[in-house]
């Protein structure tokens, strides 16, 4: 079987799901007029006690003390330049730290400590926990990097990925694997797209699907020892385990295509567990 051959079925796969991506069109964030009581998600219930549905959208609060006040930046040396009164409405923007910049209903931007945030009230009218805020930056999170050490077959490997998610679901990744086996060390470049169904659980299943490089370079010490390149294709399965703030553990399993010519390929498996961080 050609190479062609090969990779035809698994690109047509990977436009199917592309096509998925671009007839779902964009999702705008909205924010409800009347504030009411919404279902849970399971990671919400299981992990982080209770919130509003569509905490990766713009997530507003209400003010339970007294007053709030907002900071001119992250931190308690930059002085107070306004107080939300109570029962006032606030939305989260950005978080640097502990600290959280919000936007007040007159629009108002300032910065408030997580202690003080923690004691507002959801729209649903639940305390919001600092469990919570961290659930808020986990789902809206677009960037993630992270390293990964494993087995590719017998050989030690080593993995650093980059992705950035285009939509709850779905991300491209780029990937670098590092592999040093007895008589000769392999780097595989990797460009993937991976699907999270369900983007929301603590406990997260993920599939995906690529094409990249391998590169071999056999020691010099063999004799006739020549640098070999060829294309590849590969699917992947794993998890991921949202450990807290904004660190997540990841188990991945890896099988590889290797079109060494149009007649022949070579078949590779690959197990790694690694750690990432997320912005």
């Known amino acids: 079987m050609s190479a062609s051959a090969c990779i035809r ?71 107070v330049f306004f107080v939300v009164d109570r029962d006032a409405w606030v939305a989260i923007e950005l978080r640097h730290t ?3 910049k919000v936007r007040t209903e007159q629009g108002q931007l300032g910065w408030v400590h997580r202690e003080q945030l923690s004691t507002t009230l959801s729209e649903s009218g639940s305390r919001k926990t600092f ?51 007895r008589y000769s060390g392999s780097t595989l470049w990797q460009f993937s797209l991976m699907s999270e169904p369900w983007f929301d659980q603590r406990i997260s299943p993920y599939f995906g699907v690529g094409v990249g490089r391998f590169q071999n370079v056999p020691n010099l010490s063999l004799v006739d020892a020549r640098r070999s390149q060829a294309n590849l294709a590969h699917v992947s399965l794993g998890a991921r385990y949202h450990l807290s703030d904004r660190f997540v553990a990841r188990l991945d399993w890896t099988g590889y295509t290797v079109f060494l010519s149009d007649e022949r390929s070579a078949e590779y498996r690959a197990l790694s567990a690694g750690l990432s961080f997320f912005f």
């Open 131 to 181: 469990r919570e805020l961290l659930l808020d930056d986990y789902l809206k999170r677009r960037v993630e990097m992270g390293a990964a050490f494993g087995r590719f077959e017998t050989e030690p490997v080593v993995k650093l990925w980059l992705a950035y998610r285009l939509s709850d679901t779905l991300s491209l990744e780029a990937a670098s694997n590092q592999v040093q086996g």
């Open 9 to 79: 079925p698994a690109l047509r796969w990977i436009a199917t799901l592309a096509c998925g991506l671009s007839l779902a069109g964009p999702v705008t964030a909205q924010t409800p007029a009347d504030p009411a009581p919404s279902s849970k998600s399971s990671w919400l219930g299981s992990w982080f006690g209770s919130s509003s549905e569509g905490l990766a959208k713009v997530e507003r609060l209400r003010v339970a003390d007294p007053y709030l006040e907002l900071h001119t930046g992250p931190g308690r040396g930059y002085p």
């Open 98 to 100: 502990d600290w959280y």
